[in-house]
């Protein structure tokens, strides 16, 4: 799998938008980016995959450039309940060793 | 109607026991892995079965060995029980197609060896 970096954390307020940037250098041509988001005391849960330009569903937004080598997750207007881990994986569709980094754990306040 | 349910959700127990935690899948998915996060959340692949058949190995210790009676449930037994056991223990599942269409995990074990 490419080994992909993002923040450690990012604080952010109700009603804002939070963008989360991963860097994935090394992604192949046939890999994909996916986002899990994960509660305290929750499993992962699949939000969102893309592999280039742009996706959007009721959850987030997707954006790749071009390159491939970084891509970014917005959230829209974010509440309380936004609050959580949000992983950023590279692999091709194939792959059954998918493992999660340390993730960014965001956090919205009042 | 859980999508992948794991059950104890909590287990606490002394070193060098045997406990086993269960899961279950109720998506039709062929493919079940166990997963284990540590207290820094990274959350590590630790086997995957695909229709009752192993197919990855993780490196794990022979102390775990899971068990798949059939593709919709996915046990994991451990042995002599050790203090850096503890952690939050995963089930997931996915289609045969693996990653590219994504995984359902279950809500966690939460195991604690003392």
């Known amino acids: 799998l490419a080994k992909t970096t993002q923040p450690i954390s990012m604080d952010s307020y109700e009603g804002q938008e939070v963008n989360i940037t991963c860097s994935h250098n090394?992604?192949?041509?046939?890999?994909?980016i996916t986002w899990y988001q994960q509660f305290p005391s929750q499993g992962p849960r699949f939000i969102i995959q893309?592999?280039?330009t742009k996706v959007t569903n009721e959850v987030a937004s997707l954006f790749i450039p071009a390159d491939r080598k970084s891509s970014t997750l917005s959230l829209p207007r974010v509440s309380l309940s936004d609050t959580a881990v949000y992983y950023c994986?590279?692999?091709?569709?194939?792959?059954?060793?998918?493992?999660f980094g340390a993730g960014t754990t965001v956090t919205v306040r009042a | 109607d859980t999508a992948v349910s794991q059950t104890p959700k909590y287990l606490v127990t002394q070193m060098g026991n045997d406990k086993s935690i269960k899961c279950e899948q109720n998506?039709?998915?062929?493919?079940m892995y166990w997963y284990k996060q540590d207290s820094k959340k990274f959350l590590k692949i630790m086997f995957s079965?695909?229709?009752?058949?192993?197919?990855i190995n993780e490196t794990v210790p022979n102390r775990f060995s899971p068990k798949s009676p059939d593709k919709a449930h996915l046990n994991l037994h451990i042995n002599s029980l050790e203090l850096g056991d503890s952690a939050v223990y995963f089930c997931?599942?996915?289609?045969?197609?693996?990653?590219?269409?994504?995984?359902?995990f279950g809500s966690g074990t939460r195991l604690t060896v003392v």
């Open positions: 997931a599942s996915s289609r045969a197609e693996g990653y590219g269409y994504g995984y359902t």
């Open positions: 090394n992604i192949a041509t046939n890999d994909y």
């Open positions: 893309g592999y280039k």
């Open positions: 994986l590279v692999g091709r569709s194939n792959d059954y060793k998918l493992s």
């Open positions: 998506l039709g998915h062929d493919t």
């Open positions: 079965y695909n229709n009752k058949e192993l197919i």
